[in-house]
């Protein structure tokens, strides 16, 4: 079949950079005349059309995001982040008649519980780390701590290493990978004893830590099949050299040199296909992206990780790789029909080249969140913008190769600001504010930095090094109190 035509109205929930770009390419397709996000996310541009609308729904509450689907008569609802998926939005949205991108409840476990994940690979035959699982530690934490004490990695001569994992959402810091057993003991102090990482360590995994490089592989799933997207790399640690503490993403590359064929082959035949295998036999109906966080060890490719949604900063090198009319094929999956081209990639023709994504980041990132700080410099990228080769006016200001997507953004009034009001939490006093698109919305607001990732400034180019120094070029403009990035995204060895 080939893809749907692209619905009129679509609600996308989730507000980070993720959503921003799965919202831009959405908007591409002229047939789309509404668009809703919620929570608020500013970073949409959408010239001449007006046809965006920012809400102020949680994307965790369920009951007032179907009543809002339900109100406003939406076509198709496209889930972004984690959180809803696990709590059955989609299942919710289904039952109600309406069609959503996202996969049910019950396959969300993949991503909402460690252990479901890994019995789950277990039994279908997908290469991973070794395990062991132990539930009820908050009762019980003897067998963990006597199996860290005891765990073979730690030979005589302090070789290998283990990786501890709350079970449930941790917002990205359940994991901690520990390379000795003092380590691995203070990781079980702070995550069984002391809670930090609450109810979802009350079951943890151990497993053996691999190494290797790291490769994000995205597949859109629907109807029993699977299409791959372009094979990417995370750069997880916050700071350059793969120093510092994990976190959600400080920048993506893609395509990542280290997926060669051979490599894409072995993920198609040993990961890809006993999943979908074990999808039909568990008779899992799954409509949504997979994201399958990978590292390639000396003994193949072995799965970290399943996420039931994209990656995050993933989604800003890959959409903007792949032209499609992203509306129509959003539509399809959620009718459960992957639609189906001539050649290996089915309505999504890839664009030659390379992207690059830098994430910048708020002061105290991961560990702790900073106060709201203007940002400084859109201003003069957006003016910029409109020199580039190949940039028009309509086309968004800036240069198709460029994106600047929002994640930890608010804004607040010019005017307000000199009377010395503060926006304080994201966006709350833009909410009675039509929406604008930040460009044109810089002599009326400013925008503010208010914690976690902030931007993610995405660029294409003729290969890795050129998509590399525009994106630089771009952060270089950019600037907020305590704002931290890593300078080595996509400098290959
Ligand atoms: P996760 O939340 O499962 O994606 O884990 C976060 C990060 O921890 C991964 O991207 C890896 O960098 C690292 N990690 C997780 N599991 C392992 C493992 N078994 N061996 C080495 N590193 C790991
Ligand atoms: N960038 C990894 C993730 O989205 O979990």
Redo the contacts with the bound molecule.
Sequence with gaps: MTALPAPQRILVVGNGARENALASAILLSPAVQKLWITPANWGLLDPPGGRVECLDIAATDLPGLLQAAQELAVDLVVIGPEAPLVLGLADRLRAAGIPCVGPGEKAALLEGS?SFAKDFMQRCGIPT?RYLAFEDVFSDSAPLRQAIEQWPAFAADGSG?L?L?ADGLAA?K??V?CADKAEALAAFERMVLQQEFGRSADTVVL?????GP?ISFTCLLAGGRAEVLPPSS?Y?RLQDGDLGP?TGGMGNICPTPWATDEVVHDFAVNILAPFMRGLREDGLDYRGFLFV?T?LTERGLKV??F?VRFGDPEAAVVIPLCEADWAGLLASIAAGELPQGDSSHSVISLREGACVAVVLASEGYPLSKAAPQPIQGLDRVAARGLLEPGGTEEQGWLSPDVSIFFAGVGRRPRAAQSAGQDAGASNEAGQAAAYQPYPAALADWEFTATGGRVLTISARGADLSQARRLAYEIVGNLRFEGMQYRSDIGKLP
């Design positions: 460690k780390a290493g990786v994992k990205g359940g994991v990978v497993e053996e830590r691999l190494s790291e995370d997880k994990n966080g590292m970290i990780e996420n």
